[in-house]
Structures are given as C-alpha cells and as structure tokens.
C-alpha cells in the first residue's frame, strides 16, 4: 500500500496536508576532522540496497522527504546534511565545497564501518552535486551509481553558458547576503516560500516542512540554520568551481535528474544540466515543467526516472 503524502486534488484545504519524517531507525554522530558535527540519519528497509542522499544550499535533506518518502520500502536510505544546515550545530570554520567533500568521505567511511559496505547509490542536489564531484576528483569515485539532480554548475570562461550560469550564482549570492534570518513562527517561513515566484510549484505541505526543517528555535521565534552570510559564500563558490573539470573523467559514471530546461522560466542550473549530454555524452533526463527544486515539485515523476536508472545499474529494490 503507498503510504505517500500526495498532493490534493480533492478540494481539501492544501495548507492541512503536513508531511512528518519519520525517527531514524539509527542515528551517527559524527565529529569530523576539524571538529564539525555532523548527524548521519538511517531509514528504510535495511536489507534493501544503499542510497546516500543530500541537499541543496541553504535545504536540508529531510525537506526532501516528498521524494525520498517513497524509496522507503525498497531501499536503505541514508540521509544526511551538510555542514551548517539541517540537523547540525554551526561550526564557525570550514564553509567551503571542499571541506564538504572532505566531509563526505569521513561519512561514506562511517557509513559503512557502521552499517557495513554493500550496493551503494549517491543521490544528490545541488550543492551535494558538486561535493560529491569534489569529492570524487580528490578521493576517487566510489559509488554503484551517482545520481546528480540539477547540479549548479558554471562552466568555464569560453563556455556559450559561462557568463550566465555565474551571473546567476553572484545575484544569488547577494540575494542570500541580505535574507531574513530570523522570523516569529515557521509559518512565517513557510508563507514566503508560498508567494514566492519560483517556489509556487511545490507540492502542497513542502513549505511547512521547508520551514521546520532549515530553522531552529530561537529566543523570539526561530532562525535559519544556515546563517544568510554562509549561503551566499557557497554561491560565489560556485560562480567559481572547479567541479566542473570533474565532468570528462566521470561522464559515464553520471546520471542527471534536470529540471526543465525548455521552459519559458529556465534557469542556468537546468540549462547547463540539458548541456552535458552534448558536451560530455552525459545521460541526462530533464523533468518537464519543474524548477530547480524538482524533488519537491514533482517528486512522483522524479522517482520513477530515478528507479529506473537504478534498474539499469543492476539495482534490485528489496
């Protein structure tokens, strides 16, 4: 039986539809080598093979839950937060994309002397897609397969998507220097994320989970988890990655989960992932009217292109 929380289309009231996580059936607390702590969360069906899942800059990953809620019955699923979001204290040093593949490697390791090694897929947005290429470029490429969703890659200085692939990351960095930190409820939150433009396309229940999940509580209300300063220095990083020349060596190994890069409201993360296919041989599959938040737009539609690429690497669901 689906257990999944689907978007209303009976009338209901959207705002009533509340998506809850449910506990870890196990929990790491990890402290890596510069001191950050880190929450590594297990769910699933422990006998199901691995899928390892991260967020975007300023998420977290149980705001993901409306895609990943249905990997449950098949597959381990093992989440996860990067530095300075989500579950995890704020570590005042380290907020770079290359501390974090460090990270993730201290995790991957912990992973598996925790859990054991077995079948494992990386399933990553956004600013985890470029991690894990970091991280693949120093520390070798280590999964069955690696699934990128949307990845905000800036291609180099000659590239015909250069210049507005890292124009886009730098208004967006000075759009998150100046962001509210602090709000009186969630719902204050979760009422922005409504009526904003770009974030209209959410299935109903996202914002409020959205909102509990990237604040904590806060004398007066709450505040994001990510301070505004440490999301807009990640955007400048990736005006400026090296990510991208991990792209040529790992070309076969990649899939790519793309929001909609024909639509009239495109935006350069869905644009250059509709031009990897051309420039590497990249299998990219780009989701027809979503954004760049397409796990939490269209999350049914996005599973299904997820599990059939996990098909085709010779996963087999438990």
């Not at 990640?234 to 060596?249: D, E, F, H, K, V």
């Amino acid at each position: 039986m689906d257990s999944r929380v689907q978007p209303n289309s009976s009338g209901t009231d959207a705002a009533s539809v509340r998506f809850h996580v449910p506990e870890p059936t196990a929990l790491l607390d990890l402290t890596m080598s510069d001191g950050a702590r880190i929450w590594v969360r297990r769910h699933g069906s422990a006998s199901g093979p691995r899928i390892v899942l991260s967020h975007g800059n300023g998420f977290a990953t149980d705001a993901y839950f409306p895609f990943w809620q249905g990997l449950l019955a098949d597959f381990e699923v093992i989440v996860f937060d990067q530095r300075n979001h989500g579950w995890n204290p704020c570590h005042a040093s380290g907020h770079t994309q290359q501390r974090m593949a460090d990270d993730m490697e201290e995790i991957l390791r912990s992973i598996d002397g925790e859990f054991g090694s077995r079948q494992t897929a990386g399933a990553f947005h956004s600013l985890s897609t470029t991690v894990s290429l970091l991280h693949a470029m120093k520390y070798g490429h280590q999964w069955d397969a690696l699934i990128l969703f949307d990845p905000p890659l800036a291609p180099p200085p000659g590239h015909r998507l250069h210049q507005r692939a890292r124009d886009f990351e730098l208004l967006l960095g000075q759009w998150a220097a100046q962001r509210q930190r602090k709000f009186r409820t969630t719902d204050e939150l979760a009422s922005y994320f409504k009526s904003a433009r770009r974030l209209r396309q959410w299935v109903p229940g996202a914002a409020e989970l959205m909102a509990q999940t990237i604040t904590r509580p806060v004398a007066g209300g709450v505040e994001l988890v990510c301070p505004p300063e440490f999301e807009a220095d990640i955007y400048i990083q990736n005006s400026n990655a090296s990510a991208w020349s991990a792209l040529p060596a790992l070309a076969n190994e990649l899939f790519v989960i793309g929001s909609d890069s024909e639509g009239p409201n495109a935006e350069p993360p869905g644009l250059v992932s509709g031009a990897l296919n051309e420039d590497f041989g990249i299998e990219v599959v780009p989701v027809r009217g979503t954004g760049h938040l397409l796990m939490i737009e269209q999350p049914q539609a996005v599973e299904n292109i997820f599990r059939a690429h996990l098909r085709k690497r010779g996963f087999v669901a438990a």
